[in-house]
């Protein structure tokens, strides 16, 4: 199931709060449901993926941008380690891969780029729209942050705001969901701020947590729901389809 948030139109904060250049116009929408919006024709959308392992969230992304699912194109990839099968995913299909932080150690020790270079490289020579972090486990430098505002995604392997923060990732967070005793988890996708896992929820997803279950079984339950709703929520990025209520709390909208 998906979770969304608020319906009610009335908390909208006006269309200059949003990032994107031109709103979607309201259609009718049954009572009790959410509104649904007739898009606008907007240009392809330019994705930055940031990973850090097999980038699996990446990959999921990217075949939704070749399939048309996603109104958009992977123009670069940022990682924190140039070996990982994300990049090598990400070099296999031509996309171009930046290295954030410098390395510190290891073959690649020395390359990397500075918060400026990635911020520079990201917004003029690559001219990226949106940032999707999908599996990349350094915190975020404030200067991206400033540089994309409300256009920074992630996805988290549990449901927010409970399991998360510094060192909840992988298979971490779903050792503890098991540990709880909750009978629930499920993945998120949240904008990003300059904490770990603090940002505006935008969706979720559940699914159940059974009692004999490993945190292996109940990653790969949870990661089936990443690949679904991760890139339902950057279609929606793409096209314009989120609205910001007055109190901060993005809205995903369904469109025709």
Same mark, same amino acid.
């Given at each position: ?14 269309? %200059? ?6 709103? !979607? %116009? ?6 009790? =449901? ?13 994705l930055?993926? #940031? ?9 999921a @992304? *990217?075949?939704?941008?070749? &399939?048309?699912? @996603? /109104? ?7 990682? &924190? ?13 031509? $996309? !171009? ?9 290891g ?6 780029? =500075? ?6 490289g990201?917004? /003029?020579?690559?001219?990226? &729209? ?6 990349y ?16 995604? /992630? ?7 409970? #399991?998360?923060?510094k ?6 967070v *779903?050792?503890?969901? @098991?540990? %709880? ?9 949240? #904008?990003?701020?300059?904490?770990? &896992? ?11 947590? #059974?009692?004999?279950? =490993? !945190? ?25 389809? $989120?609205?910001w ?5 993005? @809205?995903?909208?369904e469109?025709?």
């Open positions: 199931m998906l979770l969304l948030g608020s319906s009610e139109t009335s908390l909208l904060s006006s269309p %200059s709060t949003s990032t994107t250049s031109s709103r !979607p %116009s309201l259609a009718t929408a049954a009572h009790g =449901s959410l509104p649904e919006y007739k898009l606008e024709a907007k240009p392809p959308a330019k930055a993926c #940031f990973v850090s392992g097999g980038g699996s969230n990446f990959k @992304i *990217h075949a939704a941008c070749l &399939d048309g699912r @996603i /109104n958009g194109s992977v123009v670069a990839v940022v990682t &924190d380690v140039p070996g990982c099968g994300g990049a090598a995913y990400a070099q296999q299909h031509g $996309i !171009p891969v930046l290295t954030y932080p410098v390395v510190k150690k073959e690649h020790v020395g390359q990397g780029l =500075s918060p400026a270079q990635l911020v520079d990201l917004k /003029n020579t690559y001219k990226a &729209d949106y940032v999707l972090l999908a599996g486990l350094k915190l975020i430098p404030v200067e991206l942050c400033r540089a994309f505002p409300r256009a920074m995604l /992630n996805i988290h392997p549990g449901l927010l705001p409970s #399991f998360g923060g060192g909840y990732y992988g298979e971490r *779903h050792k503890a969901v @098991i540990a %709880s005793g909750a009978r629930f988890s499920g993945p998120t996708v949240h #904008f990003v701020d300059a904490e770990y &896992d603090t940002g505006p929820i935008l969706a979720q997803r559940v699914v159940p947590v #059974f009692p004999t279950d =490993s !945190p292996k079984q109940l990653a790969a339950r949870v990661l089936k729901e990443e690949h679904q709703v991760y890139p339902h929520c950057v279609a929606a990025l793409c096209d314009g389809r $989120i609205g209520r007055e109190d901060g709390i993005p @809205i995903l909208w469109g025709k």
